[in-house]
Structure formats: structure tokens, C-alpha cells
Nanobody
Framework: VQLQASGGGLVQAGGSLRLSCAAS????????IGWFRQAPGKDREFVAV???????AYVDSVKGRFTISRDSARNTVYLQMSSLKPEDTAVYYC??????????????WGRGTLVTVSS
């Protein structure tokens, strides 16, 4: 399974961005897809995950602001981010694995995309 994250950029606080994670590979649709992020000087943390059936989970800090969705026909998962805050600044990674908030449960990782939120 190969994953390609895109859509990062520079945005002002309060703005929105949509990240995309394009998955390829014969079995990619069998996996849950998660988003993680790593802020400068901090450990990588869980952000959101969506199962192959569409159920989802979020870290508390993004609930009500971020929405994860899945387009199975395009093998793409989206992370719609709204009401962005400077503390959302990070490199965002998508990963394929189990429906989990733990990094160890993900077998495949894409390269990150940088999101910078200015105050």
C-alpha cells in the first residue's frame, strides 16, 4: 500500500484547509486510514481515523473543527480542517492500518504535508 498526502499550506488562524490522502495498492481499501501530526519539537500524535466502513474517531482537540471522510471510488481520504489555530501547525501524515489511535497499529505511512497556521 502506498499513500500520498497533499493539501498542506499556509493559512491564517480561523481559516480552512483540506488535506487529501491518496491510497494505491490492491488491498488499500481494506484498511482504516488515520491522520497523525507532528508539531515542531513534539512527538507525533493521533488526529483522526476512518474505518473502511466509514466510522470515525477524533482527538478531542480537533472535534467539531476537523472532519474526516472517505471516497472509496477514488481511494482517497480527506481531512477537512476548519477554524484552524496556530497550535494546529504541524506536519500531517496519513497512514493505513487498523481502526486505532495508536501509531503502532498502522503498517503503512505516507510522506507528510506541512500545515502552517499563522496568528
Amino acid at each position: 500500500v502506498q499513500l500520498q498526502a497533499s493539501g498542506g499550506g499556509l493559512v491564517q488562524a480561523g481559516g480552512s484547509l483540506r488535506l487529501s490522502c491518496a491510497a494505491s495498492g490492491r488491498t488499500s481499501s481494506n484498511y482504516a486510514i488515520g491522520w497523525f501530526r507532528q508539531a515542531p519539537g513534539k512527538d507525533r500524535e493521533f488526529v483522526a481515523v476512518i474505518s473502511r466502513y466509514g466510522s470515525s474517531a477524533y482527538v478531542d482537540s480537533v472535534k467539531g473543527r476537523f472532519t474526516i471522510s472517505r471516497d472509496s471510488a477514488r481511494n482517497t481520504v480527506y481531512l477537512q480542517m476548519s477554524s484552524l489555530k496556530p497550535e494546529d501547525t504541524a506536519v500531517y501524515y496519513c497512514a493505513a492500518g487498523l481502526m486505532s489511535t495508536y501509531q503502532k497499529d498502522y503498517n503503512y505511512w505516507g510522506r507528510g504535508t506541512l500545515v502552517t497556521v499563522s496568528s
